[in-house]
């Protein structure tokens, strides 16, 4: 079964610092990965998504990278600004990709 | 463009009443559809999921029952709410590309259940 944690829960950084949000998973026959911003009271906004024959995917200032062998994605963002605030949750792809495991999120306040 | 709509935003039931929440997807044929809960400090959890007209996976055992009468349209009902049907109801749709199967969330809506 798999299952997707994320750490830490909640972060809160200065503006500007680069920063990076941590994913593990257990089963590495993950078929994809993908990371979502939710904003509070909204639905979830996809940010990038990364194949299991991927090591990374790259959007403007977001890096996100998948090692299968250790189980961990990370989602790098540059130069953090106060409109990055949100929480970010990452979520697995299993059983073909029809359904995703998700992570608990990690609450990010960036601090003007 | 695709696009999704879910509704009602927001919704106060009584405890033992209906449910009916629907979604509805734009511009894209034969999507797979998915309805999730959020639930204060619980994550998102996959209550269905749906890979064409008809076909319906549950994911845990529940008090709801979900339905797709159309290609586009996903339904999640409930005969009687209980207080623990409260919470964020997500749906989503993806569709089976090989470049991978990127998910698209609606806004969501709000369900307390009183």
């Known amino acids: 079964k798999q299952e997707v944690t994320q750490i830490p829960a909640a972060l809160s950084v200065p503006e500007g610092e680069n920063l990076v949000l941590n994913c593990s998973f257990t089963?590495?026959?993950?078929?994809?990965l993908q990371w979502f911003r939710q904003d509070p009271g909204k639905g979830l906004t996809s940010l990038l998504l990364i194949q299991s024959s991927q090591r990374e995917q790259t959007s403007g200032r977001l890096n996100a990278s998948l090692d299968k062998s250790s189980g961990r994605s990370t989602l790098y963002i540059a130069a953090s600004q106060p409109g990055d605030s949100a929480t970010y949750l990452c979520?697995?792809?299993?059983?073909?990709?029809?359904?995703?495991?998700f992570g608990q999120g990690t609450r990010l306040t960036i601090n003007p | 463009s695709q696009t999704i709509h879910q509704w009602p935003a927001t919704l106060v039931q009584p405890v033992g009443s209906p449910l009916s929440l629907e979604c509805t997807v734009e511009?894209?044929?034969?999507?797979?559809l998915y309805w999730y809960r959020q639930a204060a400090g619980r994550g998102l959890q996959l209550l269905f999921y749906?890979?064409?007209?008809?076909?319906i996976s549950s994911e845990v055992p529940q008090n709801l029952s979900a339905s797709r009468p159309q290609d586009r349209q996903f339904i999640l009902s409930s005969k009687k709410l209980l207080l623990s049907d409260s919470g964020f109801y997500l749906c989503?749709?993806?569709?089976?590309?090989?470049?991978?199967?990127?998910?698209?969330f609606g806004e969501g809506s709000w369900l307390t259940v009183v």
């Open positions: 089963d590495s026959a993950i078929y994809n």
């Open positions: 989503a749709w993806s569709v089976n590309r090989p470049s991978g199967n990127t998910i698209y």
């Open positions: 511009g894209t044929s034969n999507p797979n």
């Open positions: 979520a697995g792809g299993i059983q073909g990709a029809q359904k995703l495991v």
């Open positions: 749906s890979v064409g007209i008809g076909q």
